[in-house]
């Protein structure tokens, strides 16, 4: 398959990159800083999503089949980022009719108000005690930016006509590669507090070929 990856040379984007390449698919990775990307034997596009012009990313879709995103604030000052840079994504895949992507996001994410869900549940239906009432709330005070930033994103997502899926996954860890990770279509996924990137990516890899992850919003834990 000829995957587009998106900030390839984040924490998720660099293991999605590995993993792509790894498998066999032929891989174009958008990044920031090629410099950053010392050895690859993917096909290396400068793309800066934090000013992203839907124009200048038409050279990293050409010829793409999917694609996957590691996009997302890494620091407050950042807020913002997963919005404008995924929204310039979908309009150059709109433009080079590019139809899949998969994205990751935030567990807490399903409970964080937006414009296009000014409403939603007020707890996950996966969320355990603990999560609910104490970890959720301190959680989602402290990254109030962060989350806003990734609810306007999935916003972007559902209107975009696309075949999207949305990963959502709670803490992330360095740890290996492990394949044992549970998921759940719609909610989290009690007592899942942690995933390693390397997991994460993996699933993200995998939905590709699932046609039931479409238009759907994945849970993955440990």
């Known amino acids: 398959m000829r995957l587009t990856i998106f900030a390839a040379t984040g924490g998720i984007g660099r293991r999605l990159l590995d993993q792509a390449v790894a498998a066999g698919h032929d891989v174009t990775a958008a990044v920031r800083n090629p410099r950053k990307l010392p050895s690859t034997r993917a096909r290396v596009v400068p793309a800066d999503l934090g000013t992203a012009d839907p124009e200048a990313l038409r050279a990293a879709l050409e010829g793409a089949d999917a694609v996957l995103s590691g996009l997302g604030p890494r620091a407050r000052s950042e807020a913002g980022v ?84 949305v ?3 709670p803490r992330l860890t360095d740890g290996p590669l492990t394949g044992a990770y549970r998921t759940a279509y719609g909610r989290n996924l009690r007592r899942g507090l942690l995933i390693s990137r390397a997991d994460v990516a993996h699933c993200m890899l995998h939905a590709l070929d699932r046609p039931e992850t479409i238009k759907q919003f994945i849970g993955i834990a440990n």
């Open 167 to 169: 990963v959502r996954p």
């Open 82 to 165: 997963a919005e404008r840079g995924t929204r310039a994504i979908v309009s150059a895949m709109q433009a080079n009719e590019v139809r899949r992507i998969v994205v990751v996001s935030a567990a807490p994410i399903g409970t964080v108000p937006s414009p296009g869900r000014p409403r939603p549940p007020r707890n996950d239906p996966g969320d355990g005690f603990f999560m609910r009432n104490l970890a959720s709330p301190l959680i989602k005070a402290v990254l109030r930016e962060h989350y806003a930033d990734l609810a306007l994103m999935e916003d972007v997502l559902r209107d975009s006509g696309l075949d999207w899926t």
